[in-house]
């Protein structure tokens, strides 16, 4: 009895101390990163003569790599403030895309996206009290490359249509065009 206890014991140690080697072994395919870049909203403003139709963009994202070519992304973007004389607009977008990247497994890839976006738009000013929530296709193409086996950077240039438009707010697509990085959890 008492050796299949002390067998037993070392089992477990052996199981143990062999745990952390094997999770070493297994690559991770889940990433997230952020980004940052400039908005141009089409038309943008009711009076597009006075119209700044540029603002700031933040993103934040997360993805999963199904192989070597596709991944699934979810995002959530904030698409920046365009105004005019009397009037401003924000909007903020969350969104589910696919990504394929080719080549495979090389330092420098080109990529595609395609998905759905959920926008929810602002007015104030002239357009106080107009808020809208949208729902449309995204599309967008960009660069990757890849600095050290966990660290990525991006450059991409992305559209949204229809973000905005309906009853309260002038219609608009956001185009995007963005820089940032990604951190593979390998």
Known sequence: MRTANLLGIAALAAGALAAPASAQEMTSHVYA????????????????????????VLRVFGGYQINGIFAAELAFSNLGIIQDADSRLKAHAWEAVGVATWPPDTKLAVYGKFGVFYSKAEGSG???????????????AGLELELTRHIELRGEVQHYWNIVGGSTLPSSGITVLSAGAVWRFR
């Open 126 to 140: 002239a357009l106080a009290g107009g808020k809208e929530t949208n729902n449309a296709p995204t599309l967008g």
């Open 33 to 56: 990163g952020a980004s940052a870049g400039r908005s141009h909203w089409y038309p943008g403003c009711s009076d597009s003569g006075d119209c700044d139709n540029r603002g700031n």
